[in-house]
């Protein structure tokens, strides 16, 4: 082996290893941490995909989920025809919403797939942490969905040539959304404690202080 390769190798191995050490050391930035993927199943098997990427008719995603810290878990989806639709915990498989520290989850369950559907537009879907244990939020009447239609960015679709929405993702509540009184009171915490970051493919919503109470935000899917 010659010199310059024998060098190259050593100086690969330090680098190598700092990687890893960062991404085991993710969930330790932050009082309070959580972490979402989001994946589509494709002829190979789950992969993850960019937050903002515009799926199609009949994708079938799910969502991977972690935080560095035991709490309570709710996730509800608000489709793009106007409807509410639990995604964890699903009561008729009974379901515990308790969470562990740096254990993953699955939303829907490993038996469930999330499936694109209804008119083209946005599932909104909602994310409702709390470190203590809370009543399962109030059942949510249908309503009037999001008159908007998924962008692409050209900018992206002319350097990747992926669909991608900038408006999609992960986001904060506006203030001017219609929300039960439980997910509302919550969204209104979650804008004072929270912050919100993209690393890769992950979503990554950090709290500088420890949590005191339940937030809540918004994972938008923008679809075809």
């Known amino acids: 082996m010659t010199r310059w390769l024998v060098a190259a190798v050593l100086a690969a191995v330090p680098a190598a290893r700092s990687l890893v050490l960062a991404q085991s050391k993710t969930l330790e930035q932050g009082a309070h941490r959580m972490e979402i993927t989001l994946e589509r199943l494709e002829k190979t098997g789950w992969h993850a995909i960019d937050p903002g990427l515009v799926l199609s008719q009949g994708d079938r995603v799910r969502f991977r989920f972690h935080t560095n810290f035991n709490g309570f878990l709710y996730v509800t989806n608000y489709s793009s025809s106007g409807k509410y639709e639990q995604l964890f915990p699903r009561t008729e498989t009974g379901e515990n919403n308790q969470i562990a520290a740096r254990r993953e989850y699955q939303v829907p369950a490993t038996s469930s797939v999330f499936k694109i559907a209804g008119p083209a537009g946005y599932e909104t879907v909602y994310w409702l942490v709390s470190p203590t244990r809370l009543t399962a939020p109030a059942a949510t009447p249908a309503s009037k969905p999001l008159?908007?239609?998924?962008?692409?960015?050209?900018?992206?679709?002319?350097?990747?040539?992926?669909?991608?929405?900038?408006?999609?993702?992960?986001?904060?509540?506006?203030?001017?959304?219609?929300?039960?009184?439980?997910?509302?009171?919550?969204?209104?915490?979650?804008?004072?404690?929270?912050l919100f970051l993209r690393q890769e493919n992950r979503a990554v919503i950090a709290s500088p202080e420890p949590l005191t109470g339940p937030v809540v935000y918004e994972f938008r899917l923008a679809h075809r």
Not at 147 to 173: E, M, Y
Not at 174 to 186: G, N, V
């Open 147 to 194: 008159a908007l239609s998924p962008r692409c960015d050209d900018a992206i679709l002319k350097a990747r040539g992926d669909c991608i929405d900038s408006s999609a993702g992960l986001k904060l509540i506006p203030r001017e959304a219609d929300l039960p009184q439980d997910l509302a009171q919550a969204a209104d915490d979650s804008r004072r404690e929270l």
